[in-house]
């Protein structure tokens, strides 16, 4: 299958594909050639595309994926490959909205901001 992964900066990956696994809101979803249509939304978390040179694996920041004639398309609001997430910034990221989290437990804004840092920091190390 054909599978199109655009965030706003950057076209992260054009190519054919034979499994993608993400996430969306309702968890995780995995799609295989001819898979039936599908619109969702995406939540925080990481993406694996099962590529004819290798998984690649990658960060995302929520968006949406739709599948339709055998093409997944997922647009994310933000998106970095493992070999692109500047760990140290991440790192500072993660402390920055554990302290959020801390001072305002109900504060979502911040929970985001904890799940976007963990899932960058736990994409770069699986790399």
Not at 18 to 33: E, H, K, N, P, Y
Not at 87 to 106: F, H, I, M, P, T
Request: aromatic residues 6%; glycine residues 6%; negative net charge.
């Amino acid at each position: 299958m054909q599978v199109e992964l655009v965030s706003p900066e950057a076209v992260l990956f054009s190519g054919e594909c034979s499994q993608v696994v993400t996430r969306t809101v309702d968890g995780d979803i995995a799609f295989l050639d001819h898979h039936a249509a599908f619109i969702g939304a995406l939540d925080i978390g990481q993406t694996q595309l099962w590529a004819s040179d290798g998984i690649v694996t990658l960060a995302l920041n929520r968006g949406f994926v739709e599948v339709s004639n055998n093409v997944v398309t997922i647009l994310s609001d933000a998106a970095y490959a493992a070999d692109e997430i500047d760990v140290a910034a991440a790192q500072a990221d993660l402390e920055a909205a554990q302290a959020g989290v801390a001072a305002d437990v109900d504060d979502d804004e911040a929970k985001a901001a904890l799940a976007w840092a963990q899932t960058r920091i736990a994409v770069a190390g699986a790399a």
